[in-house]
């Protein structure tokens, strides 16, 4: 058996894992037909709701997650690159963790229609990032970005607005 016949063998295998993984993602949570699954080891998670819009994908080993009583939202037409975190719970960073504190800071996520989120960003608890919006590569996503604007950095920073017109 040759390595090459082995190699092929095991990634259409590894192909066929995802795809029955990504069906389950579609059963529990509400995912257009149109949706795309771009690559592997994309976790979507959580008691939440997770809505995925039409015509949009995410990128591999990308993570979705919606805790309890709340829920992110992804509009049609929206590219979410690779290694990109969206979560609707963190740990409140002004614990102090040596006492035993334990808050988390919740809130939905709403990420609108046409959305552009490079590679290895994060979105936080309770961020709105509105239509036709660009969110930087290696970015933290931590206040609301508006209509057609390109943000990035850590923590994001409008950079400035885009150049082409939003449409209606």
Known sequence: MSAVFVSRTLLRARALFWRLVYRGARARYRIAPGFRFNGAAIQLYGDGEIELGDGSYIG???????????????????????NV??????????????AGEDRVVRGDVRIGDGVWIGANALV????????????????????????GEIWGGVPARFIRAKRAPARP
């Open 60 to 82: 591999e080993l990308s993570t979705v997650q919606a805790c309890t009583g709340h829920r992110v939202s992804v509009g049609r037409a929206c590219r979410i690159s690779h």
């Open 124 to 147: 936080a608890p309770g961020v709105a990032i509105g239509d036709n919006a660009v969110v930087g590569a290696n970015s933290v996503v931590t206040a609301d970005i508006p209509v």
């Open 85 to 98: 975190r969206i979560y609707t719970e963190t740990s409140d960073a002004d614990c102090d963790f040596r």
